[in-house]
């Protein structure tokens, strides 16, 4: 949309749109619902004595109203919302409608009955978010991570002069370098796996003062705890304020932006290789790299998907950072940082875009790389002293270091010169003439 003020809502819109039914104000308006319906669903199953004649069929009517929830229905909501300035009211006055129009008049103080607001927002929020995790953020991460680790086989065997500290080091493989960021991906994921969402439940302050007073007998806590993790498939946090403490929260959030560097180290390796020339790209037609250099195949994807989890990286921290502070039993700034909570996760979601579309254009470049190491022989001066060592010649590193250190243009030959010039036997010479950049590469 040309008008929408942020880029995940216009210029991404397309790559975003799956968020939509998750962190748009009509699905935090649809989740609130149906936390209501089932809320008010595990009263009448407890079941209370007042519920105790409620015609349980129309409890299939609830909940299809719930999961059928529509525009027109949201609508309605933000239309009573004008007039009570409180929208979590105004789903609660629009479900007294619903009741009215299903003849259940009799049971609808039953809507919302002992609750505050955050007994809704605080589950409906985690609800959200762990429904946006594992139903698009998760698949798309994991199509980035597939297209990985089949890059990481593909190029197993490639040998590929590494760098360190940006100078030439001892050879690696191309494809255990990829490997390297699938292995960082997956123990993230693993460490992120085990962080249960957590749900606020319990009333004003947090203690179902309102429900014990009503219900004195009633094992409130045991039915709160039921509630959140049977009915909504999410763990009760207790004890807690009015709020829910956000602590497991801000982890989930963390170890988002812990997968987001990665992907961002990456992001940088790749578009740094591009630029030595190991990769091209493969041309997109009329496509354009450059406004005034008709040339340039610019690394674009790579530099999108570094801006992008840089963003989103951000606002990770805010969330995490400022969530779990409340002040006393809860002041409301809490309230309008979680209406942002889907933007990062849009920018991460287009980066995962933007780096599966930059993968799938790598075209490698195996001369350059074969090039860069047949021009680098002082990298095999490592192999060549510990076999020295290993013979108990005496200062192997020193006179390696002699013949290569500062070097820019050692040759096999001089390898091979040096080799002969070692008193060694001729069995450990021809051992170390064996030793190449292509295959001094380890394991």
Same mark, same amino acid.
């Given at each position: 949309m040309l008008t929408a003020i942020s880029p995940v809502d216009g210029r991404y819109a397309a790559k975003t749109q799956d968020l939509s039914h998750f962190f748009s104000e009509f699905a935090l308006i649809k989740y609130r619902v149906l936390v209501e319906v089932q809320y008010f669903t595990a009263l009448v199953n407890h079941p209370l004595p007042q519920l105790q004649d409620f015609p349980t069929a129309k409890l299939d009517d609830l909940l299809r109203m719930a999961n059928r929830f529509s525009m027109e229905d949201a609508e309605r909501i933000k239309a009573i919302e004008k007039v009570t300035n409180h929208d979590v009211k105004a789903v609660e006055y629009f479900l007294k409608e619903q009741f009215d129009a299903l003849g259940l008049e009799k049971y609808k103080e039953f809507i919302h009955f002992g609750l505050t607001s955050q007994d809704i927002n605080n589950t409906a929020t985690p609800l959200m978010i762990k429904h946006a995790l594992y139903q698009v953020w998760? &698949? %798309?991460?994991?199509?980035?991570?597939?297209?990985?680790? $089949?890059?990481?086989?593909?190029?197993? $065997?490639?040998?590929?002069?590494?760098?360190?500290?940006?100078? &030439?080091?001892?050879?690696? %493989?191309?494809?255990?370098?990829?490997? @390297?960021?699938? %292995?960082?991906?997956?123990?993230?994921?693993?460490?992120?796996?085990?962080? &249960?969402?957590?749900?606020?439940? $319990?009333?004003?302050?947090? !203690?179902? !003062?309102?429900?014990?007073?009503?219900?004195?007998?009633?094992?409130?806590?045991?039915? $709160?705890? %039921?509630? @959140?993790e049977e009915a909504l498939g999410i763990h009760r946090a207790f004890p807690t304020t009015q709020i829910e403490h956000y602590d497991n929260l801000a982890a989930i959030f963390m170890a988002q932006k812990r997968i987001n560097t990665i992907l961002l180290d990456l992001c940088r390796d790749i578009w740094t290789y591009i630029s030595m020339d190991y990769f091209g790209q493969k041309v997109v037609e009329g496509e354009v790299g450059s406004s005034a250099m008709p040339h340039k195949v610019n690394p674009i994807d790579f530099e999108n998907a570094e801006g992008n989890l840089g963003i989103a990286n951000a606002l990770f921290t805010h969330l995490a950072d400022k969530l779990p502070v409340s002040r006393l039993q809860r002041d409301l700034t809490d309230s309008t940082v979680l209406r942002n909570v889907g933007v990062p996760f849009a920018h991460a979601l287009i980066a995962f875009k933007s780096i599966e579309k930059g993968l799938g254009k790598l075209l490698l470049n195996r001369a350059k790389l074969e090039a860069d190491l047949e021009k680098n022989w002082m990298v095999v001066a490592e192999g060549i002293q510990n076999i020295l060592r290993r013979e108990g010649y005496p200062q192997p590193y020193e006179a390696l270091k002699a013949l290569t250190r500062g070097k820019t243009a050692i040759s096999k030959a001089d390898i091979h010169t040096f080799v002969d010039g070692l008193q060694v036997a001729d069995a450990i010479k021809a051992e170390l003439k064996q030793i190449t950049p292509q295959n001094y590469v380890g394991k």
């Open positions: 998760l &698949p %798309a991460l994991k199509e980035v991570r597939s297209q990985l680790s $089949g890059l990481a086989e593909e190029w197993s $065997g490639i040998p590929m002069l590494a760098r360190t500290h940006g100078q &030439p080091a001892s050879p690696t %493989a191309l494809g255990k370098e990829v490997q @390297v960021f699938v %292995a960082r991906i997956d123990e993230q994921l693993e460490q992120l796996d085990r962080i &249960p969402f957590k749900a606020k439940f $319990g009333g004003a302050t947090g !203690n179902f !003062n309102a429900h014990y007073v009503a219900y004195p007998d009633i094992d409130w806590h045991a039915f $709160g705890h %039921a509630f @959140v």
